[in-house]
């Protein structure tokens, strides 16, 4: 039987942690939907270390935000790379900051207290509304199970025209936006290369279970 660690109520519903009979790993429940869990993290961290690797070539002091905190891994792998200054995590769920805060989920709680690091609880469309314009080196968004599954009605809005263009406007020239997806989402590319001029996407082969797979990733570069 599945054990809960912690749940919550927010307006969009029950937030869970739970830690899974079978395997033993940790997953991450919103309003019903499963958002992340610990047995398959190799897409989220590499939706960091790609990003970063194009780009911060040779650089120091990268400033890069991450939407959705999730259960951490994203943020894990930006903190370990040493050319990062700062990041700047946005998560919807308060509860699940607090969580992470609280030492439920393993190494997050010293992420979050990391002397680079600020967090907002909020929608990251609202959060990157209101920071300056061409400040970010690299914007990571993994905030649903893509567009195509999404935990919110309302984060449709995230991949879309209109938000994509300001993704592009709040990064320096040069920088990188890149798009966690569970299925491959050609209008996603498509607004993306409009509002950036590219757009790369990478399919990564996934077993679960014994089910095969393959996760998304979509990437984009301001011009610079
Ligand atoms: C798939 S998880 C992120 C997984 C994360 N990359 C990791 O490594 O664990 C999605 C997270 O985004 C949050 N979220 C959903 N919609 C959001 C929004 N509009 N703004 C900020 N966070 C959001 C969810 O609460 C959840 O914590």
């Known amino acids: 039987m599945s054990g809960h660690l912690a749940r919550a109520r927010s307006e969009r519903g029950d937030v869970v942690l739970l830690r899974r009979a079978g395997d033993g790993a940790l997953e991450l429940r919103v309003n019903g939907v499963f958002v992340m869990d610990t047995a398959h993290t ?10 970063l690797d194009l780009a911060l070539p040779g650089r120091t002091g ?48 010293e992420a ?16 990157l509304a209101a920071e300056p314009e061409g400040e970010l080196d690299v914007l990571l968004l993994d905030v649903d199970n893509g567009p195509g599954h999404l935990v919110h009605d309302r984060n449709a809005a995230l991949y879309r025209a209109e938000f994509l263009e300001l993704c592009a406007a709040r ?4 920088g990188t936006a890149a798009i966690w997806s569970a299925a491959e989402a050609p209008d996603l590319a ?14 990564v082969p996934v077993v679960l279970g014994r089910t095969e797979t393959s996760y998304h990733l979509y990437t984009a570069r301001r011009a610079g």
């Open 42 to 51: 190799g897409t989220e961290r590499l939706l960091a270390t790609a990003s």
């Open 62 to 109: 990268g400033r890069v935000l991450v939407g959705g905190l999730g259960l951490g891994f994203t943020l894990l792998e930006v903190l370990a790379d040493p050319r990062v200054g700062s990041a700047h995590v946005v998560e919807l769920e308060g509860a699940l900051v607090d969580w992470h805060r609280r030492g439920l989920v393993p190494g997050t709680a």
């Open 112 to 127: 979050l207290a990391d002397g680079r690091v600020r967090t907002s609880v909020g929608d990251v469309a609202e959060v």
């Open 171 to 174: 990064l320096a020239p040069g």
């Open 190 to 203: 498509e607004a993306l290369a409009a509002a950036f001029g590219d757009c790369a996407l990478t399919s």
